[in-house]
């Protein structure tokens, strides 16, 4: 079993800032890229941005210069610091991470359960 647990979501006024974290636990050889992902209220899930585990990252266009996605490999945990937040980032944002549970196992993608991110004056 791999579990990924979010927390940091909430209600901020525009312009305000979040920071949301994911942590991986259970039987883990490896992760590999880990993610953030968000899904606005009738709307398809989207890419937020991705890190693997030598630091590479990208970042959609709509977030580029405002998130920031960071990661602790000992700790298996990934963050998003979110700055300059607009009504539109509001969304259910869903950690993601890659994981590969014994030495030459298969890597499987596993998701976090959501953390709600609401920006509103």
């Known amino acids: 079993q791999v579990q990924l647990v979010e927390s940091g979501g909430g209600l901020v006024q525009p312009g305000g800032s979040l920071r949301l974290s994911c942590a991986a636990s259970?039987?883990?050889?490896?992760?590999?890229?880990m993610g953030w992902y968000r899904q606005a209220p009738g709307k398809q899930r989207e890419l937020v941005a991705t890190?693997?585990?030598?630091?590479?990252?990208a970042y959609a266009d709509s977030v580029k210069g405002r998130l920031t996605i960071s990661r602790d490999n000992a700790e298996q945990t990934v963050y998003l610091q979110m700055n300059s937040l607009k009504p539109e980032d509001t969304a259910v944002y869903y950690c993601?991470?890659?994981?590969?549970?014994?030495?030459?196992?298969?890597?499987?993608?596993?998701w976090g359960q959501g953390t709600q991110v609401t920006v509103s004056s």
């Open positions: 890190i693997n585990s030598g630091g590479r990252i």
């Open positions: 993601n991470a890659r994981v590969i549970r014994i030495p030459g196992a298969l890597e499987y993608t596993y």
């Open positions: 259970g039987s883990i050889f490896r992760v590999n890229a």
